[in-house]
């Protein structure tokens, strides 16, 4: 059974940081693709940010420059560390396995707000 715990999510002003962490169980990370996807109220699902089996990462232009993902193997865990915070970052965030995106964690909230 895949079981995606996501954490890290908090209230941070405008310009804060952030590091988002993923624990995965019943999968193996770095034989998957792993992502974060985020969920603003009122909008729908969007991506952010994946990383392949062989550590290839790609980002939606919108957090490019702001945003790394990255995976500790030997802690089976995937990070998303955010800098330069914006208002419009603020979602609900979730880690996401598989290569058609098979797996959802529950989610962990950002807020960026003054």
């Known amino acids: 059974q895949v079981q995606l715990v996501e954490s890290g999510g908090d209230l941070v002003q405008p310009g804060g940081s952030l590091r988002l962490s993923c624990v995965a169980s019943?999968?193996?990370?770095?034989?998957?693709?792993m992502g974060w996807y985020r969920q603003a109220p009122g909008k729908q699902r969007e991506f952010v940010a994946r990383?392949?089996?062989?550590?290839?990462?790609n980002y939606v232009d919108s957090v490019k420059g702001r945003f790394t993902i990255s995976r500790d193997n030997a802690k089976n865990t995937v990070y998303l560390q955010m800098n330069s915070l914006k208002p419009d970052d603020t979602a609900v965030y979730y880690c996401?396995?598989?290569?058609?995106?098979?797996?959802w964690g529950q989610g962990t909230q950002v807020t960026v707000s003054s």
């Open positions: 019943g999968i193996i990370i770095s034989r998957n693709v």
């Open positions: 996401t396995a598989g290569l058609r995106v098979d797996y």
């Open positions: 990383i392949t089996s062989g550590g290839s990462t």
